[in-house]
């Protein structure tokens, strides 16, 4: 079993920064993808970004150039610094894991099995 506790969502102005953690308790972590989520209200679950664990990353297409997203195996974290925000960033953000061990990461939400509570993010002026 996996357990994921995100942190640092909040109220931000357009232009402004955010930096999103997530927190695994699993022994296995350093060998499963990661990826963060996002969904908005009246929309589906959207792929904002992933890691597998040789370190390969990819994003949303609206997302590339403004977040990064980042894993810390010794810790056991995961993060999302998101610049440039915009109201149309503003969504639950949630961190996922998936059960399958040492594969590339994908954006469908179906491949990850694990799931965090999620952070709210609110970019608004």
């Known amino acids: 079993e996996v357990q994921l506790v995100e942190s640092g969502g909040g109220s931000v102005q357009p232009g402004g920064s955010l930096r999103l953690s997530c927190a695994a308790s699993t022994s296995t972590y350093n060998s499963r993808s990661m990826g963060w989520f996002r969904q908005a209200p009246g929309k589906e679950r959207e792929g904002v970004a992933c890691?597998?664990?040789?370190?390969?990353?990819n994003y949303a297409d609206s997302v590339k150039g403004r977040f990064t997203i980042s894993r810390n195996n010794a810790k056991k974290t995961l993060g999302l610094q998101m610049n440039s925000l915009d109201p149309g960033d503003t969504a639950m953000y949630s961190c996922?894991?998936?059960?399958?061990?040492?594969?590339?990461?994908?954006?469908?939400?179906?491949?990850?099995?694990?799931w965090g509570q999620g952070t709210q993010v609110t970019v608004s002026s």
């Open positions: 996922g894991a998936t059960s399958v061990t040492y594969t590339r990461c994908s954006l469908a939400h179906q491949s990850f099995n694990y």
């Open positions: 890691i597998d664990p040789y370190g390969n990353t």
